[in-house]
């Protein structure tokens, strides 16, 4: 029976960090030009919730402003992490082609499910050519519920029956990993955090643990 294996983008696979200053910045210091910013850009606050859906940022970080603003806001971003990724500012995590590798040779099923944009998502699948592993890219977009647990579902719904396993950082992937009933394999990379990390099954510092995972016996559910 083909296994699964659902990947979280930022924090996951993808170093978000590497481009999300600059590109905040960039963002905050366009409303500033605009007479809508006062002050630096709010870069601890965003990190602080990353994992929620960017409609969810911008109510977080934007509460005083037009619904307008925020979505003016939201695709001025995008545009410049887009930017950012096609000029090579970005990064995979270390070992992510050689488990995407193993895993297709293994006969693993690899999806991606992310609170990310599509566009956003497609330019990272484009620019480190993921496409030669990955089976489908799902973005939050695509949910009404802009809920990451029925994200999985869905993409559970399209992988049919056979074991399967969530790999992300944060506390919406494990708890889609639970809602679904499937194990979660928490990364502790750049914006995981250690309360949150305790409701995974697994935690790892290198994603080539996966694989070691994938093999044990426990890991295949009912």
Not at 124 to 152: C, F, Q, T
Not at 156 to 162: K, S, V
Request: charged share 25%; hydrophobic share 40%; glycine share 8%.
């Amino acid at each position: 029976m083909k296994k699964t294996v659902i990947f979280d983008m930022d924090g996951t696979l993808f170093q978000t960090n590497k481009i999300l200053e600059a590109s905040l910045v960039d963002t905050f210091d366009h409303l500033t030009r605009a007479g809508k910013w006062q002050g630096s850009a709010p870069l601890k606050e965003y990190q602080d919730i990353m994992g929620v859906p960017l409609p969810k940022v911008w109510e977080t970080l934007m509460p005083d402003h037009s619904e307008v603003d925020r979505n003016e806001t939201d695709q001025y971003f995008l545009e410049s992490l887009i930017a950012n990724i096609h000029g090579g500012k970005g990064e995979l995590y270390p070992n992510v082609a050689e488990l995407f590798e193993r895993l297709d040779s293994g006969g693993c099923a690899i999806y991606i499910a992310s609170n990310g944009l599509k566009r956003y998502l497609a330019a990272i699948v484009d620019h480190y050519k993921l496409d030669r592993w990955v089976a489908g890219v799902y973005s939050i977009e695509e949910i009404d519920s802009l809920n990451k647990s029925d994200l999985v579902g869905a993409i559970l719904a399209e992988a049919g029956d056979g074991p399967a396993v969530m790999v992300g950082d944060r506390l919406s992937d494990f708890n889609a990993g639970r809602d679904n009933n499937i194990p979660s394999i928490g990364c502790r990379f750049d914006f995981a955090r250690e309360e949150e990390l305790a409701c995974a099954d697994y935690v790892i510092d290198d994603l080539l643990d996966v694989v070691e995972i994938m093999n044990k016996a426990e890991y295949v559910t009912e």
